[in-house]
C-alpha cells in the first residue's frame, strides 16, 4: 500500500538547471523543504536543525522561504517561522596536504561555524 501521491525530486531543482535527481517519494502528509545556505532540509514542526551562518542573535525570530509538498503532487511555496538558538561549531575537518618524496607535509583543521534554530511553524 502506498501512502498517498507520489512526487519525483526534480521539482525542487528546477532553478539549479545543473542538478539533475530523480527519484520518486512516497508521503503520507505534507514534506516541507527549507533551501538556505545553498543546501536543502525537511523541515518539521518543533525539529533542531543546524544551517550554515545567519546573521542574527541569540533568541531572534527568522521568517524563511521554502516549498511545500502536498500528498497529491503539488508544490507549493511555504513561509517557514524560526528561532535561534545560537552559533555552534561543526565537527573538526582535517585537511592533510602530501606530495611523495618532496619532504611537503602540511596538516589544518577547520571547523564550521553553524546557526542552530528550532522550527515554530510552518504556513502554507
Given at each position: 500500500?502506498?501512502?498517498?501521491?507520489?512526487?519525483?525530486?526534480?521539482?525542487?531543482?528546477?532553478?539549479?538547471?545543473?542538478?539533475?535527481?530523480?527519484?520518486?517519494?512516497?508521503?503520507?502528509?505534507?514534506?516541507?523543504?527549507?533551501?538556505?545556505?545553498?543546501?536543502?532540509?525537511?523541515?518539521?514542526?518543533?525539529?533542531?536543525?543546524?544551517?550554515?551562518?545567519?546573521?542574527?542573535?541569540?533568541?531572534?525570530?527568522?521568517?524563511?522561504?521554502?516549498?511545500?509538498?502536498?500528498?497529491?503532487?503539488?508544490?507549493?511555496?511555504?513561509?517557514?517561522?524560526?528561532?535561534?538558538?545560537?552559533?555552534?561549531?561543526?565537527?573538526?575537518?582535517?585537511?592533510?596536504?602530501?606530495?611523495?618524496?618532496?619532504?611537503?607535509?602540511r596538516k589544518r583543521g577547520h571547523r564550521q561555524i553553524l546557526t542552530r534554530v528550532r522550527i515554530e511553524s510552518v504556513e502554507v
Amino acid at each position: 500500500m502506498r501512502w498517498g501521491g507520489g512526487i519525483e525530486l526534480e521539482l525542487l531543482y528546477q532553478k539549479d538547471p545543473c542538478v539533475r535527481i530523480r527519484k520518486t517519494f512516497w508521503f503520507k502528509h505534507m514534506y516541507t523543504v527549507l533551501k538556505t545556505g545553498g543546501k536543502q532540509y525537511h523541515v518539521n514542526l518543533g525539529r533542531f536543525l543546524d544551517v550554515e551562518r545567519l546573521v542574527c542573535n541569540e533568541g531572534d525570530v527568522l521568517h524563511l522561504d521554502g516549498w511545500s509538498i502536498q500528498p497529491e503532487g503539488e508544490v507549493l511555496p511555504a513561509k517557514i517561522v524560526a528561532v535561534s538558538l545560537g552559533e555552534i561549531k561543526s565537527k573538526k575537518v582535517i585537511i592533510f596536504k602530501k606530495k611523495r618524496r618532496h619532504n611537503y607535509r602540511r596538516k589544518r583543521g577547520h571547523r564550521q561555524i553553524l546557526t542552530r534554530v528550532r522550527i515554530e511553524s510552518v504556513e502554507v
